[in-house]
């Protein structure tokens, strides 16, 4: 099974086991591996994990998905030791680097529409190590972890915790409720 190491921000050393199917890096709360930064798109890029071999392909990100800082153009295979660079995010992939010439390799296997969406179980069996959610900052990758991974019916929040998944919900909603009174003070002053 795959494995990055994170290489940058806040979980910098942490270890992520990838599961043999696609993975979506991005910014939108429905990708598997959330990296909340203005530099990443939405949906950023994919992860293709075949046979123990992981390769990537750029989504139309607005700032491009790089290897080894180099920014790809199509669907990279991955060896072991490269970078992979989203946004301020880097993860490398672990193995023993080898002295391997890089190229651009489109799998014929590749089919988005046969992956199934990805559990909140799936997500938390890539982690290898604890990590305090406590402190997470502008930048940092979203992860769960696995004994802290929500139920399939969440408990309600309490007090303490947010309803929003990040701070646009938060904008949003703060933005509607101000809309919302000054409609009520329109009706009251009429």
Request: proline share 5%.
């Given at each position: 099974m795959p494995k990055f190491i994170i290489k940058t921000g806040k979980y910098q050393g942490k270890k992520l086991k990838l599961p043999e199917r696609d993975i979506t890096i991005g910014r939108e709360l429905e990708c598997d591996i959330r990296v909340v930064d203005s530099d990443v798109s939405r949906k950023h890029c994919a992860l293709s994990i075949r046979d123990g071999k992981v390769s990537v392909v750029d989504l139309n990100s607005r700032n491009g998905t790089c290897v080894n800082d180099i920014q790809i153009q199509a669907e990279t295979l991955l060896h072991p030791g490269d970078q992979l660079r989203v946004g301020p995010m880097v993860f490398e992939l672990v193995g023993t680097k080898k002295a391997v010439k890089k190229g651009i390799i489109k799998p014929s296997n590749n089919s988005p529409e046969t992956s199934e969406p990805l559990s909140d179980d799936d997500i938390s069996s890539w982690?290898?190590?604890?990590?305090?959610?406590?402190?997470?900052?502008?930048?940092?990758?979203?992860?769960?972890?696995?004994?802290?991974?929500?139920?399939?019916?969440?408990?309600?929040?309490?007090?303490?915790?947010?309803?929003?998944?990040?701070?646009?919900?938060?904008?949003?909603?703060?933005?509607?409720?101000?809309?919302?009174?000054?409609?009520?003070?329109?009706?009251?002053?009429?």
């Open positions: 982690l290898t190590e604890e990590v305090d959610e406590s402190d997470a900052t502008h930048g940092d990758t979203t992860i769960i972890a696995a004994a802290k991974a929500p139920a399939a019916d969440p408990a309600p929040t309490t007090k303490n915790k947010s309803k929003f998944h990040s701070v646009a919900e938060e904008a949003a909603d703060i933005i509607e409720k101000h809309r919302e009174r000054i409609a009520q003070k329109k009706q009251e002053n009429e």
